[in-house]
């Protein structure tokens, strides 16, 4: 069963900075495109950023810069290293497996429940 | 960067009855177009991928259509476990983009 389970989340000052964690089970994140997106309180949903099998990473101009996504391939484990939070940080996390087909990426296919991040002073 | 738009943001519909909800995108994406579910306090389930295929155990009153810059999402029949918000979401290119969703609620 592919399932993934998120944790790290709390609540911060702004400025500071957290690690959100993404430990995947059923599937080796190694081989496969992961994507932390996140949805603020009562909106929609944002990507944030790609990790590719290769270990290409990509990120949303909103956090470029500040934040850093990696893996554990040992823990099969996804991170999100989140730096100079701001108040529009704010949102549930949650990391997803891309789905791939001939090199291209599709949606996501499975996700987890998803670690809540609060920047409040 | 591609921007996303949804038809409508709510909508109304009775068990039974065929809704359809549209997705426009600022360029041209060809296929690159997935559409999700998501209900109150859970993460989101794909339904449809590069506009068209159904996910795997995903209901075939689900369907999707379109490419280039218009698709639509329809439920054939909608069943009580369907009221939920909807997303598109294009993957052409690096960026990719959510549109901001439609609630589907019961009438």
């Known amino acids: 069963e592919v399932k993934m389970v998120e944790s790290g989340g709390g609540l911060m000052q702004p400025g500071g900075s957290l690690r959100l964690s993404c430990a995947a089970s059923g599937f080796n994140v190694s081989r496969n495109y992961m994507s932390w997106v996140r949805q603020a309180p009562g909106t929609g949903l944002e990507w944030v950023s790609f990790?590719?099998?290769?270990?290409?990473?990509y990120y949303a101009d909103s956090v470029r810069g500040r934040f850093t996504i990696s893996r554990d391939n040992s823990k099969n484990t996804i991170f999100l290293q989140m730096h100079s939070l701001r108040v529009e940080d704010t949102a549930m996390y949650y990391c997803a497996r891309v789905l791939v087909g001939g090199g291209l990426t599709y949606g996501h296919d499975s996700w987890g429940q998803g670690t809540l991040v609060t920047v409040s002073s | 960067d591609i921007q996303m738009t949804q038809s409508p943001s709510s909508l109304s519909a009775s068990v039974g009855d065929r809704v359809t909800i549209t997705c426009r995108a600022s360029?041209?994406?060809?296929?690159?177009l997935n559409w999700y579910q998501q209900k109150p306090g859970k993460a989101p389930k794909l339904l449809i991928y590069a506009a068209s295929s159904l996910q795997s155990g995903v209901p075939s009153r689900f369907s999707g259509r379109g490419s280039g810059t218009d698709f639509t999402l329809t439920i054939s029949s909608l069943q009580p476990e369907d009221f939920a918000t909807y997303y598109c979401q294009q993957s052409y290119g690096i960026s990719i983009s959510f549109g901001p969703g439609t609630r589907l609620e019961i009438k």
């Open positions: 990790i590719y099998s290769g270990g290409t990473t």
């Open positions: 360029q041209s994406i060809a296929n690159y």
